[in-house]
């Protein structure tokens, strides 16, 4: 008869430690913060439209913090020469002396395309962006760091109608066969 009281007795504070356990997942889980639940599609393409925007206007204004605030510590700018492919410290050393001196860009998007990815985890863009430079194209990456979308990787591309493009060809054939060859020349050095 002991030895069923002692099998009753264990049983029951199983059943007690268990309830116990589940207890304290369900508090645990209603006590999520709601920052931590994952952001509607909609809510993202809002979002990062959002960044976008304060991103161009704070070049507009100058505003060198709030303007790299906006990108990844490993962020790319492809600018629209071709030997613009900065890596973040090199784009910020480029850029210090245009906003200390109150006047870096201007662009204003005209449209914009954003693509969520269907996990929700990658974001990309493209836009058409009024400039000092006309009609330029812009695309890029964003990427989530601390509940916030930053900007990874952004390709600025000058326009050219179709009616257009062999004067521009003409224009720039010889300077851009000229950088080829240094460009190979200096890959060939550098092995």
Same mark, same amino acid.
């Given at each position: 008869?002991?030895? &069923? #009281? +002692?099998?009753?007795? =264990?049983? @029951?504070?199983?059943?007690?430690?268990?309830?116990?356990?589940?207890?304290?997942?369900?508090?645990?889980?209603? &006590?999520?913060?709601?920052?931590?639940?994952?952001?509607?599609?909609?809510?993202?393409?809002?979002?990062? +439209?959002?960044?976008?925007?304060?991103?161009?206007?704070?070049?507009?204004?100058?505003?060198?913090?709030?303007?790299?605030?906006?990108?990844?510590?490993?962020?790319?700018?492809?600018?629209?020469?071709?030997?613009?492919?900065?890596?973040?410290?090199?784009?910020?050393?480029?850029?210090?002396?245009?906003?200390?001196?109150?006047?870096? #860009?201007?662009?204003?998007?005209?449209?914009?395309?954003?693509?969520?990815?269907?996990? @929700?985890?990658?974001?990309?863009?493209?836009?058409?962006?009024?400039?000092?430079?006309?009609?330029?194209?812009?695309?890029?990456?964003?990427?989530?760091?601390?509940?916030?979308?930053?900007?990874?990787?952004?390709? @600025?591309?000058? =326009?050219?109608?179709?009616?257009?493009?062999?004067?521009?060809?003409?224009?720039?054939?010889?300077?851009?066969? @000229?950088?080829?060859?240094?460009?190979?020349?200096?890959?060939?050095?550098?092995?």
């Amino acid at each position: 008869m002991k030895l &069923k #009281w +002692n099998n009753l007795f =264990t049983l @029951l504070v199983v059943v007690i430690l268990s309830a116990s356990c589940q207890e304290d997942l369900s508090s645990t889980a209603k &006590k999520q913060p709601a920052e931590e639940k994952q952001q509607s599609k909609v809510e993202i393409i809002e979002s990062v +439209n959002t960044t976008i925007d304060l991103w161009h206007k704070a070049a507009a204004e100058a505003n060198f913090d709030a303007y790299f605030n906006l990108m990844t510590a490993n962020a790319v700018f492809i600018g629209t020469d071709a030997t613009e492919n900065w890596q973040l410290s090199d784009f910020k050393s480029y850029s210090k002396p245009y906003f200390d001196k109150g006047k870096a #860009w201007s662009f204003n998007a005209i449209d914009r395309n954003v693509y969520v990815s269907e996990d @929700l985890q990658s974001v990309w863009f493209d836009e058409l962006l009024d400039t000092q430079m006309k009609i330029c194209r812009g695309s890029g990456v964003l990427k989530r760091e601390n509940k916030q979308w930053k900007i990874a990787h952004y390709v @600025l591309s000058a =326009t050219i109608p179709n009616d257009k493009m062999k004067a521009v060809i003409d224009l720039k054939s010889e300077s851009d066969s @000229l950088w080829v060859k240094q460009f190979v020349i200096n890959k060939l050095n550098a092995r």
